[in-house]
């Protein structure tokens, strides 16, 4: 959307916004005065100005319900305004509830297109109301300035500085003071730590200048006196011992060692090789269960008594229920009265029969049962008595065991004393502990001397004139870049100066940051003066006075001119301190008098509407 640079509003048409219930026209002027008593809609006509162009109220609150007349459930705010170039537009917003409609000369639009054309919301309440800049931005009124300041090039500050710091700083790159004397104070740092480092090295060059100089002098003499006192030690270590028999006495000792370790691993190895068989054999008569051979004749004699106690049910149920005309259990024709007793005679002869049957499979069940218990008992036995011998054969292995460890320790523990006892006599020969002692103590101190002899031959020594040389270098550019550093702290000074000669105004004063002159960092300092004094200590009409000039400050940022609506211009006597440069729009408070919106001067188009 096209950016709307400057515009004048000429008139309005308000319904269902806070006391204006029906459509109500507003003619406007530049400037114009807008009168009535306490509740009669003037500041109404502020709100809806912005509500049309930002969608929120005068000063900015997001609470829009407020807004909704009491009645008239649909808000609409009407603007008709002229651009820069004099064409007349129209701008529409409508809230019914939450949903909102927005429409520019016939076309709808979104907030986002609106933000385009009339800039952020909070550019625009800038201008429009001369009190929102301070009272509702605040500290985030810095951050907008900042935004819109006007950009200072390196070539424009250095022009204005002493032509000394000029050349010095002419082929630096400056984007950012701050970055910059940060990143040399690094390198100083480093240097500084440079110059430490160089230092120590030369302090150490030159004490080992002194060091080598003394061994020089003292190592020979020293080197030589052991030599003799260790001479001495090793001449009495052996005197008198047979070394060569010792040694062959060892040998003898060691091989019989070896055999009897071997021995005792391989009678060891016999042994437990039986007793791991015999548990294995243990373990398996153990894991052994007795498998009845009686299984399958019980579970048949079982089955047979079974079958014998249900045919003899179904003879009882039969015998029961015989009767004249009933069915014959047997050939299953009706039976006669004459064949009654005939039939009854044969079951009771067929329920004997089956009960003698049923006794004597009973009493084969027993029988097997019988069997079943002893062979289980035997089976039980002879398994126990079996674990009873092998686990005593066990123990009689595992006490051979036993047996033979301790048989081969105590052969080894003696020939393993005489090895030790040879082995000592061998190392300390005749020499006590202490003398032994001082015998290695010699042997490593020659070693040491050795070296150190061998070593100082090639060494040579340091001049400490090189380090100096070093040190004088690293100090020359640290002066460099502390002077690139003052050159940049006054640099930023002036760049600070330059940037913010665009916040001056008449009477206000505004300080966004502070310059260390030390430094030359910036440091929040966000303040805002009116005649020397704080804002927080205005009056009021001293606020409307400073709000103007802060009005006109974020026209000539921003390079928008849009209007501006004081309220409560009956505390204020006069403007003088401020030159409006668009439409002003003045409400004042007029007790109980009804509302008035008076165009003092006309708002004249200097074309047609927009299409």
């Known amino acids: 959307m096209k950016k709307i640079e400057q515009f004048q509003i000429t008139g309005m048409t308000i319904s269902g916004f806070k006391n204006y219930q029906e459509p109500t026209e507003l003619v406007f002027g530049n400037p114009t005065v807008i009168t009535g008593g306490n509740g009669r809609g003037k500041t109404s006509i502020a709100d809806a100005i912005s509500f049309a162009v930002t969608g929120l109220p005068f000063f900015g609150e997001r609470g829009l319900d407020r807004l909704h007349n009491e009645v008239n459930p649909l808000v609409s705010v009407r603007m008709r305004f002229l651009d820069e170039n004099g064409m007349s537009h129209e701008l529409t917003r409508t809230r019914r509830e939450s949903r909102v409609s927005i429409t520019y000369d016939g076309y709808e639009l979104r907030q986002l297109d609106l933000s385009d054309m009339f800039g952020e919301r909070d550019v625009f309440l800038s201008i429009f109301n001369p009190l929102y800049f301070i009272e509702e931005l605040g500290d985030e009124g810095r ?16 022009a204005q500085l002493s032509p000394e710091v000029r050349t010095r700083l002419e082929k630096e790159e400056i984007l950012s003071p701050e ?12 240097l500084e730590e440079r110059i430490v480092y160089i230092t120590g090295q030369r302090d150490q060059a030159a004490a080992q200048n002194r060091s080598n100089t003394e061994k020089h002098k003292t190592l020979p003499q020293r080197y030589d006196a052991l030599k003799q006192e260790l001479s001495a030690l090793e001449a009495r270590q052996f005197s008198g011992m047979d070394v060569s028999a010792m040694h062959d006495q060892l040998l003898e000792f060691s091989a019989r060692y070896s055999e009897v370790r071997r021995d005792e691993q391989s009678e060891d190895a016999e042994v437990r090789g039986q007793l791991t068989a015999l548990r294995e054999k243990i373990a398996a008569r153990k894991a052994e269960v007795y498998q009845s051979k009686y299984t399958q004749p019980l579970a048949e004699a079982q089955a047979r008594g079974e079958a014998l106690a249900a045919q ?13 005309g009933a069915a014959c259990p047997i050939c299953r024709r009706p039976i006669t009265a004459s064949e009654l007793s005939a039939i009854q005679d044969h079951l009771r002869h067929s329920a004997t029969d089956l009960l003698a049957q049923g006794k004597e499979q009973q009493a084969q069940i027993e029988e097997l049962r019988s069997l079943d218990r002893k062979a289980e008992e035997t089976f039980q036995r002879f398994q126990s008595d079996d674990l009873r011998k092998w686990e005593a054969d066990a123990q009689q292995l595992e006490n051979q065991i036993q047996q033979l460890a301790a048989d081969a320790a105590g052969r080894a523990d003696n020939l393993r004393t005489a090895i030790q006892t040879l082995t000592t006599e061998l190392e300390y020969g005749r020499l006590t502990q202490e003398e032994y002692d001082r015998l290695q103590a010699c042997r490593e101190e020659c070693r040491q001397c050795e070296a150190e002899l061998a070593a100082l031959q090639g060494v040579s020594e340091t001049d400490p ?19 690139l550093v003052a050159d940049v702290t006054v640099y930023a000074s002036k760049r600070a100066e330059m940037t913010f000669s665009a916040l001056r105004m008449n009477r206000v004063e505004i300080s966004l940051y502070h310059v260390v002159k030390s430094t030359g960092e910036w440091k929040d300092a966000f303040k805002f003066n009116y005649c020397g004094r704080r804002y927080d200590r205005l009056s009021l009409s001293e ?19 849009y209007p501006v609506f004081v309220d409560n211009m009956e505390s204020i006597d006069d403007l003088e301190n401020v030159r409006p440069t668009g439409q002003m729009i003045f409400a004042k408070c007029v007790s109980r008098a009804e509302l008035s919106v008076r165009p003092v001067q006309p708002v004249i188009a200097a074309g047609p509407k927009a299409a």
């Open 143 to 158: 951050n907008l300035l900042e935004h819109y300041l006007p950009k200072v090039s390196q070539p424009e500050v250095l």
């Open 179 to 190: 970055a910059y004397m940060k990143a040399r104070r690094e390198e100083i740092r480093n």
């Open 312 to 324: 003899y049910k179904r003879d009882a149920v039969s015998y029961r229920a015989l009767a004249p």
């Open 465 to 483: 004139a090189g380090f100096d040389r070093q040190i004088a270098g690293l100090e020359s550019e640290i002066a460099e870049k502390k002077k």
């Open 543 to 561: 606020k409307v006075r400073a709000g103007m000039e802060l009005s006109e400050l974020v026209k000539r940022l921003t390079g928008r001119n």
